[in-house]
């Protein structure tokens, strides 16, 4: 007995030494680290002290010189190519720079297929579908001056209009419908009920900078036409957002401009998404700091939280975005389907109209048909390398089918890919009934021209915008529902808004959709769940009647007794 | 009936620790296993994850004391399997026990298990059990398997064996939660798990090969 206490006491002991032991090497930072573990400097995460020392260095904007004492930028300008030509007397490079970028060029030089892919080329939205033959209206938003059509010159280095990136007074404004030139007289644009102003050319020029979060938002905050209608992560909401909006931008905190992530090489700016991937290599800082620092792993590591925390485990599968974003529009409401086919009724006066929603956003418009805003939107996911594919008009589609205007490229197999947040936007809008292929419609022009929103008739719309491209149309359309992805990657929540784990790994996940992963929660096998279920039932019904039968026949023997 | 039994010394302080520190563990592991398959939410799926995996390198440990503690006492000869009396005993509870027969094997602290739990013991402790810690260990360390050099397993494949084993312990669990009642009196099993004692029909007619060796 004595030795048997004894080994028992020696026993217990060793158990104990042995599970610290195991705790320690396998598992102890799960316990000590669990959501009630109080966060110190300690046992931070190191993907954040990483990204933190990484934006820490003092200093931020300086410059060697103050426009406003240059002589070439002393003078009055009567037009904005003046000063363009005056920036381009001591910016010799600029120009060449910027006309071999995308902002200028509106196409994608490196996609491989002889300039299709691009805003200027031959793919397609389902916002106002394309540019080409509407050029007035959507190159308000391009850096030049006169994009008005097929005979802009894009070799005129005056064109560049250097000032509405590097304008920091924010008092510069470019037309809505100018095709990319501001007022010479103020000038009212009814749509907007806003009367825009020539702008103080001299002034502005004497206080240009590098280009904070107005500036690239001027355009990319109000892309579909008007504010927070694209894109879902950009809104004008994000100029001087709350950390709440976004962790990074957050004006009262680290206050990124938006190249702090899409870094800027001789005007060429990071962070494009056509069919090569954004970044193609994961690349950290300390593993190269002049990659292209688009990739939140850059500053953060492959293994941001906290050591041997689970999560960090999920980095090789999911993207940052896709727990870090857990809704976009989170102050203004987003559109989320735009159905054209329902566009051209009129009141009964005989009048285009807007019908006001209930988030202050029109649901209906004459112009433009039926539109659903939502604010607070759980993103889609899908894999995703970074690439996107777009179809071109030319392609065939099956009308009967979805088209799917664009598409994040990606798939569980590929190491490079992520499950990654998306918003799609669907919609319905024409296309040629006679040839099974998208059309490009002119929608803007003057009241005499076949514009839709001259004459409203899609047919002669149609035919003026397929015409323009030098397309054929057979003269026949109808309208087909088609989606278009966005990826979802601005407006980072503050870490206690991360998604939580079982918004995923349950039967109603959000990742429900996402193949190629097996997810705890999410996928165990239903068969195998049921039978399991079956055997405990059957277990359990075994077991009382086994007991019932004992109750039972006991009562028969005392009775018998 | 009463005059006729005595108290025997069953469970040593090891055994009775370890059977209810096991128990707890299988409890806790059952609760938040099937929290992380989805059946029900109790701690959350975090907490469900963090408790599960830390409970389950525990049970490694405390497996491994069982194991050393089988082989250096000789208690592993209570498991060995037998089909002498089983079919009495398997005849006693089918028929026996609604007719107030005694047990064909009374318990003895040589000989505590009767056949048929010889061989429900063996597989939980042989096959049943290890197999989950199996299937769990490899599916805890699924990030590690490239460089473990595991080839050849898929995350699902795993889980799924790492179910099925699950609901395995749940049946062997509601079994013997209710074969523990069919002792003298409805706790008389469960008591002596506490205490060590168990009250036995005297004599024990225990066959000389039921005993383990001294």
């Known amino acids: ?561 | 009936m009463s005059a006729n039994l005595q108290k025997v010394y069953l469970y040593s302080r090891y055994e009775r620790f370890w059977h209810w520190f096991q128990a707890l563990l299988i409890l806790l592991l059952l609760a938040t296993g099937l929290e992380i398959h989805g059946s029900f939410a109790l701690f959350g799926f975090e907490r469900a994850v963090q408790v599960h995996n830390f409970l389950g390198l525990t049970w490694l440990v405390a497996f491994a004391f069982f194991v050393f503690w089988l082989f250096t006492t000789g208690e592993w000869k209570q498991y060995v399997p037998t089909t002498k009396k089983m079919l009495e005993v398997v005849r006693y509870y089918l028929f026996g026990i609604f007719t107030g027969q005694p047990h064909p094997c009374p318990k003895s602290q040589d000989a505590k298990h009767n056949p048929l739990q010889r061989l429900t013991y063996l597989t939980l402790a042989a096959a049943l059990l290890p197999f989950q810690m199996a299937t769990g260990l490899l599916y805890y360390l699924y990030h590690s398997w490239k460089e473990l050099g595991l080839t050849g397993f898929s995350l699902g494949g795993v889980a799924v064996l790492h179910l099925i084993g699950g609901f395995a312990v749940l049946i062997f669990l509601i079994t013997h939660l209710y074969m523990t009642t069919t002792g003298h009196t409805v706790f008389t099993h469960i008591k002596a798990m506490f205490t060590g004692w168990e009250d036995v029909a005297r004599p024990s007619d225990a066959a000389e090969w039921e005993k383990r060796g001294k």
């Open chain 1, 1 to 561: 007995m004595a030795k048997g206490k004894r080994l028992w006491i020696f026993g217990a002991t060793t158990f104990a030494l042995a599970s610290v032991l195991l705790h320690v090497l396998l598992a102890a930072p799960i316990a000590a680290t669990g959501p009630a573990a109080k966060p110190s400097e300690a046992n931070k995460a190191p993907g954040r002290a990483l990204a933190q020392n990484a934006v820490m260095a003092p200093g931020g904007r300086w410059t060697t010189v103050d426009h406003s004492k240059l002589e070439a930028l002393q003078k009055p300008f009567a037009k904005p190519e003046e000063v363009t030509a005056a920036c381009l007397s001591c910016h010799a490079l600029a120009a060449n720079q910027i006309q071999h970028t995308i902002h200028w060029t509106w196409l994608c030089d490196n996609c491989g297929d002889g300039k299709n892919i691009g805003k200027g080329g031959k793919t397609l939205n389902n916002f106002c579908i394309a540019v080409p033959s509407n050029e007035p209206r959507c190159t308000s938003c391009h850096i030049g001056y006169g994009w008005k059509d097929k005979t802009f010159d894009f070799t005129d280095k005056n064109k560049i209009d250097c000032l509405v990136c590097h304008d920091t007074t924010h008092t510069y404004d470019k037309f809505p419908t100018g095709a990319g030139n501001p007022v010479s007289e103020p000038k009212l644009f009814p749509e907007d009920g806003k009367t825009y102003q020539p702008p103080d050319y001299t002034k502005i020029a004497g206080k240009v900078g590098l280009p904070d979060r107005y500036n690239c938002g001027y355009c990319h905050f109000y892309g579909g036409g008007g504010d927070a209608v694209k894109h879902g992560d950009l809104d004008s909401s994000m100029t001087n957002p709350k950390k709440s909006l976004d962790v990074h931008m957050d004006v009262e905190g680290l206050n990124f401009t938006c190249q702090r992530c899409h870094t800027t090489k001789e005007h060429q700016i990071a962070g494009r998404l056509y069919t090569t991937p954004a970044a193609p290599e994961r690349l950290s800082l300390t593993e190269a700091d002049l990659a292209a620092k688009i990739a939140c792993e850059s500053c953060h590591s492959a293994a941001p939280h906290k050591l041997n925390t689970k999560a960090n485990d999920h980095t090789s599968k999911v993207a940052c975005q896709t727990c870090h974003i857990p809704e976009f529009a989170r102050v203004l409401p987003t559109k989320m389907r735009w159905d054209w086919s329902t566009a051209g009724k009129k009141n009964p006066e005989g009048k285009p109209f807007k019908t006001a929603g209930p988030l202050g956003k029109p649901i209906y418009d004459t112009k433009k048909g039926d539109f659903t805003w939502v604010k607070n939107v759980i993103p889609e996911y899908r894999w995703f390398n970074g690439a996107i594919s777009s179809m071109l008009v030319t392609d065939k589609i099956d009308p009967n089918k979805l088209v799917t205007l664009n598409q994040p490229i990606g798939s569980a197999n590929d190491p490079q890919s992520r499950i990654m947040p998306f918003k799609r936007h669907t919609g319905k809008q024409p296309y040629d009934k006679g040839a099974n292929t998208m059309v490009i419609p002119k929608l803007f022009g003057p009241p005499e021209s076949d514009a839709y929103w001259a004459k409203y008739d899609w047919k002669k719309a149609i035919a003026a915008g397929m015409a323009y491209v030098e397309l054929p149309f057979s003269g026949e359309y109808g309208f087909v529902e088609t989606e278009y992805f966005m990826p979802t990657t601005h407006m980072v929540a503050p870490k206690e808004q991360v998604v939580r784990c079982e918004q995923c790994h349950s039967r109603d996940s959000r990742l429900k959709n996402v193949p190629g992963v097996y997810m705890p929660g999410r996928d165990a096998s239903p068969m195998v769940t049921g039978i399991g279920w079956v055997g405990v039932i059957g277990s359990l019904v075994g077991v009382g009647i086994h007991g019932a039968a004992r109750v039972v026949s006991r009562k028969k023997r005392e009775n018998k007794s």
